[in-house]
């Protein structure tokens, strides 16, 4: 396969749209990707409303680079392609997302629609496939290509998170919960992904690696500078790519190795063929390490010995916890692992005072507070609001609560067994 590399300091967004010229040169040229009358929905990672300087979403000035790449090559090539812009974020209405971090801003000045995700329909996807038909978001059937536009990121549940794990967005969001309840094993999920991504017409993939992520991921590790600009011929490329120059072994990365298997591919970058700037490897990214969930059957997956010895699990840091109970919010799990319980001992009174007298917080939490205290069946839990708490013995592992959690007070943390596996590899 093919994939390019570039290294740019900075978002200046003329140079990046020279090297994607530059890189569908090297691909092979526009013309091989795309038809004269595509039509062709661009998906960046729209996780949240967070800063574009964090490394959680997709630069805005990348974004606009690929929208001016388009433009100039449908010129070049006497092209009439429709542009349009998409994505289901996990939590908040997607243009709320693309408004706040200037995505949508950028769609209006080059009179580009942003599409907010709201019909469902199914797609056949193949019946060796995990899933046999996908929910997806209906609008996304009316485009010919699916250009995901992803950022470089560790994720917790996938490990590794970039051009195959963006198009998990074209779920809606009701189902994406429903798929991580389904799939609660992070490999299965991952084959459910790249079962995902082979059931989407995908085309070239251009990630975003200037400022990256690094650390817990998808959202709660910190900003790295990396430079990377990553074009492939599909996303699978790019993402190989981009986690061996981050120090994985691809191995490691669930989906990956599936892909591998599923279409005979090496998962050695040196068996494709790279063009482009000279790679720089970053080795001090900071990683996540690899656990694999275990296979033990549904009824052994509860108590202090899966809990705490064999499974990774979410941890709140009750100090950081600002309530605004978006992790809450987010669990896909019947009854919620996450419970509201009365606080004993592990903040002291000043820090449960400050929490719950901050004007603006307070405010936000009250909101949600109210919203949940009318789900009946919850109401008792929610009287004595302190502090919150897993139950491990339901939690699936989807570490849904901690990609969302804006203020970093999830983090995993390994079981002995990963511990242990980890010393010895
Ligand atoms: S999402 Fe984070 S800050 Fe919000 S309630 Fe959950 S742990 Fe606390
Ligand atoms: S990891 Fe978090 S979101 Fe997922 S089931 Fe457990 S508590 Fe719920």
């Known amino acids: 396969m093919k994939v390019c590399f570039f290294h740019l300091s900075d978002y200046d967004v003329d140079l990046i749209k020279e090297k994607l010229i530059e890189a569908a040169s090297y691909l092979g040229g526009f013309q091989k990707y795309f038809n004269s009358k595509d039509k062709i929905l661009l998906k960046p990672n729209l996780l949240a409303s967070d800063n574009p300087e964090t490394g959680v979403i997709t630069h805005p000035l990348f974004f606009e680079a690929v929208i001016k790449f388009f433009i100039e090559e449908a010129k070049k090539n006497d092209y009439q392609l429709e542009i349009a812009c998409g994505d289901s974020p996990a939590v908040s209405p997607s243009i709320k997302v693309a408004k706040d971090v200037g995505i949508y801003q950028i769609c209006e000045k080059y009179n580009i629609p942003f599409i907010d995700f709201k019909g469902k329909t199914q797609i056949n996807g193949n019946k060796k496939n995990i899933i046999k038909n996908f929910e997806v978001a209906s609008e996304v059937l009316n485009f010919d290509k699916i250009i995901s536009l992803p950022k470089l990121k560790n994720h917790s549940l996938t490990v590794f998170t970039g051009g195959m794990k963006n198009l998990f967005g074209v779920i809606p969001g009701k189902t994406k919960a429903y798929l991580h309840t389904r799939f609660p094993d992070s490999v299965v999920f991952s084959k459910m992904i790249v079962d995902l991504a082979d059931s989407l017409k995908t085309g070239l993939c251009f990630m975003d690696g200037i400022i990256a992520h690094e650390g817990e991921g998808p959202r709660g590790g910190n900003p790295i500078k990396l430079g990377y600009i990553i074009v492939g011929e599909n996303p699978f490329i790019v993402d190989l790519l981009a986690s061996t120059l981050v120090g994985y072994n691809p191995k490691d990365i669930p989906f990956l190795k599936y892909y591998s298997q ?164």
């Open 262 to 425: 599923k279409h005979d591919v090496s998962l050695d970058i040196k068996d494709h063929q790279i063009y482009g700037d000279q790679l720089i490897f970053r080795k001090d990214f900071k990683r996540i390490s690899f656990y694999k969930k275990t296979t033990i059957p549904k009824r052994f997956r509860k108590g202090f010995i899966y809990n705490y010895l064999i499974s990774s699990r979410p941890f709140i840091d009750n100090k950081k916890c600002l309530f605004c109970l978006q992790c809450y919010n987010i669990c896909p799990t019947e009854p919620k692992s996450i419970l509201l319980i009365e606080n004993k001992s592990s903040l002291k009174d000043g820090e449960i005072e400050r929490i719950e007298q901050t004007s603006e917080e307070t405010k936000k939490v009250d909101e949600n507070i109210e919203k949940i205290k009318k789900i009946e069946k919850d109401k008792n839990k929610f009287k004595k609001l302190k502090k919150l708490k897993y139950n491990y013995n339901t939690c699936i592992r989807c570490f849904c609560c901690q990609e969302i959690c804006p203020h970093k007070a999830i983090e995993i943390k390994n079981s002995l067994i990963s511990k242990l596996l980890k010393s010895i590899r």
